[in-house]
């Protein structure tokens, strides 16, 4: 089953005492290409999760946004700094004598005063955060993976009509390629003869060169590659590895074929249908950019 490169993925649960996001996001890439948005505390994901995608995907440029929230409340303790509250106390406090202004000093006061508090989080146990990741990740891979599957079965019905169309001009082709190359053949003879008419010129060996020079427009091997190539491409359809890569280069040998094919071929309407058989190679080709 092939992939797109395309694929979008979200999933969100609460595990082991922390409430996990994970979201993948991807697009083309002709590598694997990966990059993290995790917590500054938890940066230590990031080599984890990618290590961990790529076991699931080979190609494509993947965005991952991880949001973690502990909901352990022993993992974060508030300290004061009794000292300088101290301070900001007798600097009231004389403020009120100085001045006669009432004395309304509560904790409220002191709250406006963030430098006075510190908060310090507990050393997160990284394993225990990687496994609730993990476990969040993979259900978003999961969705993820599905999402590229469904947009690759579409690039597959796609690519395998187009090869349809361009197995409908070759059967073309091949039906009216004997005849160019007779008529070809037959043309070619009688200049030959035009030319030669004030010179001795053995019959035979005329009909021999003239039919030597008529076979280099023969297209018949092109079209049997080019429907091996084809015959080559549904193979890949059903392959359980990547093979984007491998359909890439096996574009290019369709176009080999095709250009040859409208090289030699000494024909007007051979000529069209190559030109429509090309213009769905390029349709072909824009496909197979998407294919992980």
Not at 119 to 145: M, P
Not at 187 to 204: F, G, I, P, S, W
Request: charged share 30%; net charge negative; hydrophobic share 40%.
């Amino acid at each position: 089953m092939i992939r797109s490169m395309t694929g979008f993925g979200r999933a969100q649960a609460t595990v082991d005492g922390y409430q996990v996001t994970v979201e993948l996001k991807s697009v083309n890439h002709r590598y694997f290409e990966f990059s993290a948005r995790t917590p500054r505390s938890y940066g230590f994901l990031d080599e984890k999760l990618k290590s961990y995608l790529q076991g699931r995907v080979s190609r494509g440029k993947i965005e991952c946004f991880v949001a973690i929230e502990s909901l352990d409340e022993q993992d974060c303790t508030v300290e004061i700094n009794h000292s300088l509250a101290q301070g900001y106390y007798n600097a009231l406090k004389e403020l009120c004598n100085r001045y006669e202004l009432p004395d309304d000093l509560t904790v409220s006061s002191f709250a406006k005063y963030y430098d006075i508090f510190s908060v310090h989080k507990a050393e997160a146990d990284e394993e225990r955060v990687w496994n609730a990741v993990k476990t969040v990740a993979a259900q978003a891979a999961d969705s993820f993976v599905s999402m590229r599957e469904r947009e690759g079965e579409k690039l597959k019905q796609d690519i395998l009509s187009r090869c349809d169309l361009i197995l409908e001009h070759v059967a073309f082709i091949e039906a009216r390629s004997p005849e160019t190359v007779r008529l070809y053949n037959e043309k070619l003879l009688e200049r030959m003869r035009t030319v030669l008419e004030d010179v001795h010129a053995d019959e035979q060996r005329l009909l021999t060169e003239a039919a030597i020079f008529a076979d280099k427009i023969a297209v018949a091997e092109e079209t049997v590659r080019l429907r091996s190539h084809i015959d080559q491409m549904h193979s890949f359809m059903d392959a359980e590895v990547a093979i984007g890569r491998k359909m890439d280069f096996l574009i290019q040998e369709f176009n080999r074929e095709a250009n040859t094919i409208g090289s030699k071929a000494q024909d007007v309407e051979i000529a069209r249908h190559v030109i429509d058989i090309k213009a769905e190679i390029e349709k072909i080709r824009e496909q197979v950019q998407n294919v992980e």
